[in-house]
């Protein structure tokens, strides 16, 4: 069973910044879509990014030109750089590792944007 470990989380005020990690406990090179999805109060899960084939990414509308999703392949694990954050980015945030076998989903991390 793969672990996938969430870390970076936290509050921050408007226009802050945070840097998510997911560690992964094996390699993360076999896996074709490495991705963050988040899900606020009373709201569905919602992909943010992703990278697909280890070097194609996509970004949802609301967060193009602010977040920037990333992997290391030699540390295993997969980031999230979010600037310019704001409330409507409050959310747990869960990092997804999936190819046609498996699927594997982090425990999520809190993040909350407020003053």
């Known amino acids: 069973q793969v672990q996938l470990v969430e870390s970076g989380g936290g509050l921050v005020q408007p226009g802050g910044s945070l840097r998510l990690s997911c560690a992964a406990s094996?390699?993360?090179?076999?896996?074709?879509?490495m991705a963050w999805y988040r899900q606020a109060p009373g709201k569905q899960r919602e992909l943010v990014a992703n990278?697909?084939?280890?070097?194609?990414?996509n970004y949802a509308d609301s967060v193009k030109g602010r977040f920037t999703i990333s992997n290391d392949n030699v540390k295993n694990t997969v980031y999230l750089q979010m600037n310019s954050l704001k409330p409507e980015d409050t959310a747990v945030y869960y990092c997804?590792?999936?190819?046609?076998?498996?699927?594997?989903w982090g425990q999520g991390t809190q993040v909350t944007v407020s003053s």
């Open positions: 997804n590792l999936r190819n046609p076998l498996y699927d594997y």
């Open positions: 094996t390699s993360i090179f076999s896996f074709s879509a």
């Open positions: 990278i697909i084939s280890g070097y194609r990414t």
